[in-house]
C-alpha cells in the first residue's frame, strides 16, 4: 500500500502564495506519475497538475496555468505544489494522487492512492 499525506494548506489572501507538500511512503512503483487535485463543496473533483516521476512530462490545468508550479524531490518521494496568484476561486480541498498506470493524467479515476486533502482557503 501507499500512502499520502498533504500539507501546506491554510488561509491566504488573494494574490498571495502557499506551498503543499506531498510525501509518499510506503510501496513505490516503477514510472508512476503524481498529481494535484482539488475540490470545492458541492464540485466535481478538479485536475490541477501532473508530473512524471523522472519529471520527462508535466501537465496543467487551464485555470491554474502560468500560476502553479508542480516540482518533485524523487529521491524523497515528495511532490510539491507551489500556488502563485491565488483568487478566491482557488478556496478547495487539495488532494495529492498517485498514479501507477499509463494514461490521461487529468482524469482522477486514472490515479490508484489518494491523500487525505489539506484545505486551501483564499480570502478576497
Known amino acids: 500500500q501507499v500512502q499520502l499525506v498533504e500539507s501546506g494548506g491554510g488561509l491566504v489572501q488573494a494574490g498571495g502564495s502557499l506551498r503543499l507538500s506531498c510525501p509518499a511512503s510506503g510501496r513505490t512503483f516503477n514510472n508512476y506519475a503524481m498529481g494535484w487535485f482539488r475540490q470545492a463543496p458541492g464540485k466535481e473533483r478538479e485536475f490541477v497538475t501532473a508530473?512524471?516521476?523522472?519529471?520527462?512530462?508535466?501537465y496543467y490545468g487551464d485555470s491554474v496555468k502560468g500560476r502553479f508550479t508542480i516540482s518533485r524531490e524523487t529521491a524523497k518521494n515528495m511532490v510539491f505544489l507551489q500556488m502563485n496568484s491565488l483568487k478566491p476561486e482557488d478556496t478547495a480541498v487539495y488532494y495529492c494522487?498517485?498514479?501507477?498506470?499509463?494514461?490521461?493524467?487529468?482524469?482522477?479515476?486514472?490515479?490508484?492512492?489518494w491523500g487525505q486533502g489539506t484545505q486551501v482557503t483564499v480570502s478576497s
Open positions: 494522487a498517485l498514479k501507477t498506470e499509463s494514461g490521461p493524467a487529468g482524469d482522477p479515476y486514472e490515479y490508484d492512492y
Open positions: 508530473i512524471s516521476w523522472r519529471g520527462t512530462f508535466i
